[in-house]
């Protein structure tokens, strides 16, 4: 059976980074042996999930992926945008102890130089009792045990069963703008209570709230994805940190879609109004046998 990635579903850290790489090396034995030994010298404290733009990944392997692609900037029908900024190598880092991931984050950094640049690196944190930014706790209904598996994960018996497809995208927050607002708006706009993270029900929640458009059926199927979103935060910059796991790449793209009042109803999540998507990008993340044939010389 396929090993997943452990990082995936690490659950205690508190400390992260996602760094994305793009390529500017052909060699492919270069490449190999710069990624390999990433894998080789890794601490023992800290997770590190490794994925690959689609490109990048069929130059190293012929596993055939049909639901893998890259992303591509949407427009939503209120004006609002999703940009692509597709990279070729994505990293999560993390663990409980900060020196370690930036540790382990320097070391990913010098192992690639020659093969790979950095073109994005943000760290983020576990803010109060798993808040966003804007206070809202956020995960509470991330699939909760054995469901989380499914959701993130490629069937075992299909093609790359046990990797998972993933999808970063980094969203910079007005909070000035948010906080203004009396907490009962606030709600509205989450779709949550903001001091217990109850879910609103029947009339309370507006169909324009965030919970309400992310919460989707596709053909009576729940489109369930494993959520491991970080906050990241200064005095220059604040914001959410998204980061998806799925089985399918549909799945994501349906709650964008929804996001973004590209459907028949129209409507768009009010989220945006108060945060802008600024990066964004699939990945795939191997099982670890996958991945070590991939790096195979
Ligand atoms: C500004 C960016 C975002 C913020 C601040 C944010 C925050 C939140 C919060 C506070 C919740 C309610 C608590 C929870 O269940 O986790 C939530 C739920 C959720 N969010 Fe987001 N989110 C953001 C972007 C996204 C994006 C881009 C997606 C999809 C690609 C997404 C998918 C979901 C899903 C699936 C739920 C659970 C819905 C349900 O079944 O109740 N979120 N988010």
Known sequence: MPTYQEGIF?????NFNVSEYKLVENDIAKIKKSISSILNEKSDNVYVVISFGKELWSMLSDLELDNFKDFATLQGKNGHQMPSTQNDLYFRVLGKDQSLVLDQTIRIEEA????FEVVLSENGFVYKDYRDL???????ANPK???????ALIPENENGGNGSFVFHQKWVHD??????????VQEKIIGRTKQESIELEGDDMPENSHVSRTDAKHDGVAMKIWRRSFPYGSAVERGLFFIAYTCDPFRVD??????????????SDRIMEFSTAVSGGY??????????KALKV
Do not use: H, W
């Open 10 to 14: 690490i659950e205690d850290a508190n």
């Open 112 to 115: 690639l130089k020659g093969t």
């Open 134 to 140: 804007t206070g809202f706790v956020d995960g509470s």
């Open 145 to 151: 045990e054995e469901k989380k598996y499914p959701a």
């Open 175 to 184: 909070l000035e703008k948010f906080n203004q607002l009396p907490v009962s």
């Open 254 to 267: 349906i709650q964008l879609d929804r996001m973004l009042g590209n459907t028949e109803d129209g409507v």
């Open 283 to 292: 990945s795939f993340a191997p099982s670890v046998e996958e991945l070590n």
